[in-house]
């Protein structure tokens, strides 16, 4: 029987009282594991929990500085807290984390415990063997805390609409309105905000590209691109398969893309799209409301997931027994949403931008799957037997979204809200995948062009519109903002080469909720297995866990796209 009912790691090795404070009143512990002999297997397995515990405690610190920065960008204390862990505490972990990393492989008794249960783990360690460089430890220090001002700039921005202020979340609503000259004038609001910001962003992203450069070469690499997927453990797929993903998102998905711009057009009665036309309700037709504020989003979202499976809410209600949701969209508060897991205490923390729309449902039960998978993963026994790939972490969001679907009458109860929310939502499955592989794109040109100016940057973006546009949408008097609307894309800035992520599990998603419509019992069984086992195996198998194939090849890719087009006809 699955329960929610979490309990924090116990302390064996740590007082109970122990938290992160100075480097002084932590290196007597790293300094203890290095130091220990060890003789027997029992010696061995001892040691592994306690440098499991050691690094649960630590983690979970670093999270709340970040989650607390986050909530608050604009609060100094919080922010110098966040900047003197990266800066004074981690970077003096580093060396340490690398002995004990290679004490572990050197030791005998490492080649006895069993093959399967540690495969990934002892492999993501002699990854992390084969990258560490002393050099590198003050860069990666610095981008740690550079990667942070992205949250710091955007959360500043805001714009003012019928004389009050909106964040640029909260203005979403407004390009949802029938009123196609209040939409347009938003948009050019929003757009002309982020511009005010371009050169302070081109600025700090370049930066990040000198110095993560610098971090690649220094371990050996010829360029970040080939360092990152080294650091993300991309063990089973390669540049040349992201490659294929962008052309096979090209072939089978751009063209049901355009005929979505097409039933757009034809829907809200203009003879030419404009940029501010895309998520617009036809004349007559009031946008989606959902919620009315953060509190009402969760208590539906409890809701909606009780009916899914009990497990489900109950991981839900259990974090808001525990205080950890942020979810409304205010000033100073960073763009975006994750959820946040916490090692020791196992319950994440989730944060995101809620405005009332639809966009903040699918938000809300994307992080909420999030959440489950850490539940699950909470009683596996090593701190390193819960990181999981991004490829399986993103599965468990973006399936949650389509099998929430099926319940989503807890925030539509209308019968015709409900049937738009759920097109709305598959027309997002298909619109965001050739944005995820123009993201992509970008990345793997902008790391391999490691010395490009500001203005080839942007060249290149707008080379890539060309190939990821269905044509249908007319950007005239707007040009000038087009070069620099990637900078809105956090990952960018804060997570580099995460991204292919999404789109690969949204593959895996899909396959999962085909399973569902199916058999909703054995999709769901198949879902929570596979998250069940954390990263303790690869990426195939964990996929095959869940019922699924791992591929992403042209093929697979439109055999979905079937699907999910067949889906949508019957909704309209």
């Known amino acids: 029987m699955l329960s929610a009912a979490i309990q924090p790691l116990p302390r064996h090795f740590l007082p109970a009282g122990f938290s992160v404070t100075t480097w002084d009143h932590l290196e007597?512990?790293?300094?203890?594991?290095?130091?220990?002999?060890?003789?027997?297997?029992?010696?061995?397995?001892?040691?592994?929990?306690?440098?499991?515990?050691?690094?649960?405690?630590?983690?979970?610190?670093?999270?709340?500085?970040?989650?607390?920065?986050?909530?608050?960008?604009?609060?100094?204390?919080?922010?110098?807290?966040?900047?003197?862990f990266y800066l004074e505490i981690a970077p003096r972990m580093q060396p340490y984390a690398d002995k004990l990393n290679r004490k572990l492989v050197d030791c005998p008794l490492t080649a006895e415990v069993d093959p399967e249960k540690y495969f990934t783990y002892l492999r993501s360690i002699r990854k992390s063997i084969e990258l560490f460089?002393?050099?590198?430890?003050?860069?990666?220090?610095?981008?740690?805390?550079?990667?942070?001002?992205?949250?710091?700039?955007?959360?500043?921005?805001?714009?003012?609409?019928?004389?009050?202020?909106?964040?640029?979340?909260q203005a979403a609503r407004f390009l949802e309105q029938p009123d196609r000259e209040l939409r347009e004038e938003?948009?050019?609001?929003?757009?002309?905000?982020?511009?005010?910001?371009?050169?302070?962003?081109?600025?700090l992203f370049g930066k990040l590209v000198d110095k993560r450069h610098q971090v690649a070469v220094n371990a050996g690499f010829a360029n970040y691109r080939d360092f990152k997927f080294k650091e993300l453990g991309r063990f089973d797929y390669t540049?040349?398969?992201?490659?294929?993903?962008?052309?096979?998102?090209?072939?089978?998905?751009?063209?049901?893309?355009?005929?979505?711009?097409?039933?757009?057009?034809?829907?809200?009665?203009v003879d030419q799209l404009r940029p501010w036309d895309m998520d617009a309700e036809p004349a007559g037709v009031q946008p989606l409301q959902p919620f009315r504020n953060g509190g009402e989003l969760l208590e539906k979202s409890i809701a909606c997931f009780r009916q899914l499976h009990p497990f489900f809410a109950d991981c839900l209600l259990k974090m808001q027994e525990m205080n950890r949701f942020d979810l409304d969209s205010r000033k100073?508060?960073?763009?975006?949403?994750?959820?946040?897991p916490l090692a020791e205490t196992g319950a994440p923390f989730i944060f995101m931008n809620a405005a009332g729309t639809l966009d903040d449902v699918t938000t809300m039960v994307h992080e909420g799957?999030?959440?489950?998978?850490?539940?699950?993963?909470?009683?596996?026994e090593l701190t390193g037997f819960k990181e999981y790939?991004?490829?399986?972490?993103?599965?468990?969001?973006?399936?949650?979204?389509?099998?929430?679907?099926?319940?989503?009458?807890?925030?539509?109860?209308?019968?015709?809200?409900?049937?738009?929310?759920?097109?709305?939502?598959?027309?997002?499955?298909?619109?965001?995948?050739?944005?995820?592989?123009?993201?992509d794109a970008f990345q793997h040109w902008i790391y391999e062009h490691p010395y490009h100016t500001a203005?080839?940057?942007?060249?290149y973006w707008m080379q890539l519109a060309e190939q990821y546009s269905t044509g249908m949408v007319d950007y005239s008097g707007l040009e000038h903002y087009r070069p620099t609307e990637w900078q809105r894309q956090l990952h960018l800035f804060e997570v580099p080469f995460y991204y292919i992520e999404y789109g690969i599990a949204q593959l895996g998603a899909i396959g999962l909720w085909m399973q569902f419509r199916q058999n909703p019992e054995a999709a769901l069984q198949n879902y929570m297995h596979a998250l069940q086992l954390g990263g303790t195996r690869p990426l195939p198998e964990l996929y095959a866990a869940a019922g699924l194939k791992f591929d992403f090849s042209p093929e697979h890719i439109q055999t979905l796209m079937a699907f999910v087009q067949q889906e949508m006809e019957a909704l309209q």
């Open 186 to 203: 938003v948009y050019r609001k929003v757009q002309e905000r982020r511009y005010q910001d371009r050169e302070a962003l081109n600025e």
């Open 389 to 439: 790939g991004s490829e399986i972490a993103e599965v468990a969001s973006m399936a949650m979204e389509l099998f929430s679907m099926e319940h989503w009458e807890v925030f539509f109860p209308d019968v015709d809200e409900l049937r738009r929310a759920r097109f709305r939502q598959l027309e997002r499955v298909l619109t965001v995948l050739p944005w995820i592989a123009r993201i």
């Open 369 to 380: 799957g999030h959440a489950v998978h850490s539940f699950l993963t909470h009683g596996l």
């Open 28 to 84: 007597p512990f790293f300094s203890q594991l290095l130091d220990r002999p060890l003789n027997t297997r029992a010696d061995l397995e001892q040691w592994l929990l306690h440098s499991s515990e050691l690094e649960a405690v630590i983690s979970e610190d670093a999270c709340w500085r970040q989650v607390r920065m986050t909530c608050d960008t604009e609060n100094k204390e919080l922010e110098e807290a966040f900047n003197y």
């Open 455 to 459: 203005e080839e940057r942007g060249a």
């Open 133 to 169: 460089r002393e050099e590198n430890i003050p860069l990666l220090a610095e981008l740690n805390v550079m990667q942070q001002q992205f949250g710091q700039i955007a959360g500043k921005m805001t714009i003012e609409v019928k004389g009050q202020e909106y964040t640029l979340q």
């Open 332 to 340: 100073g508060k960073a763009p975006g949403g994750y959820n946040m």
């Open 239 to 269: 540049p040349d398969d992201c490659f294929r993903f962008h052309d096979a998102i090209r072939q089978h998905v751009v063209p049901l893309v355009k005929q979505l711009h097409e039933h757009q057009r034809k829907a809200i009665g």
